[in-house]
């Protein structure tokens, strides 16, 4: 008789653990707030959760500006486009700190002097692979924000007179959970 009572709460628990994993919201939309307000560049992205400790996703940015608009503090790439793998470290569902590993393509342009003294706009097509440290919020409505930092660090480029050796991964985005 006590194996059975076992078995059946056993039962119970792994449903009803089932359940509430199966309930849960596994997709995130997201705009990048920091990039656009700062660098002119549109960022959005797409973050599926795979369990409450991990998840992946697609970011995609591109420069609104145009090359002649850059100021000091501009990033070079004209798009980006970043698949991402995070690893949440808290015991709410994946919320809170995270780690992520990351590999970006990215389409670069920038000024390049000649020998000779003349200045052409030359392009550049890299891959950089990288990582990043951030934090999660969620609100019970589903509304998320989070910020993030880390870097990519080119390794291979089309154009070595172009290519940015470390390409940033900035962030502070605003975003839903469904």
């Known amino acids: 008789m006590k194996k059975i009572i076992l078995i059946l709460i056993i039962t119970v628990v792994s449903i009803s653990t089932y359940a509430q994993e199966k309930n849960k919201k596994h997709h995130e939309v997201k705009i990048n707030a920091f990039n656009l307000l700062i660098f002119k560049h549109l960022e959005g992205s797409y973050e599926y959760l795979i369990n409450s400790e991990s998840s992946a996703g697609i970011a995609v940015r591109f420069a609104l500006n145009s090359y002649d608009d850059r100021n000091i503090i501009s990033y070079n790439e004209r798009y980006v486009f970043t698949g991402f ?94």
């Open 85 to 178: 793998y995070r690893r949440y470290f808290s015991e709410k569902y994946a919320t809170g700190f995270f780690v992520e590993g990351l590999t970006m393509y990215s389409h670069t342009e920038d000024d390049v002097t000649a020998i000779s003294g003349t200045t052409s706009i030359q392009s550049s097509n890299d891959i950089a692979l990288g990582f990043a440290l951030g934090w999660k919020f969620v609100s019970k409505k589903g509304i998320t924000f989070e910020f993030y930092g880390g870097i990519g660090e080119q390794i291979t480029s089309s154009n070595n007179n172009v290519a940015t050796e470390v390409i940033p991964r900035l962030g502070a985005s605003i975003g839903y959970r469904f």
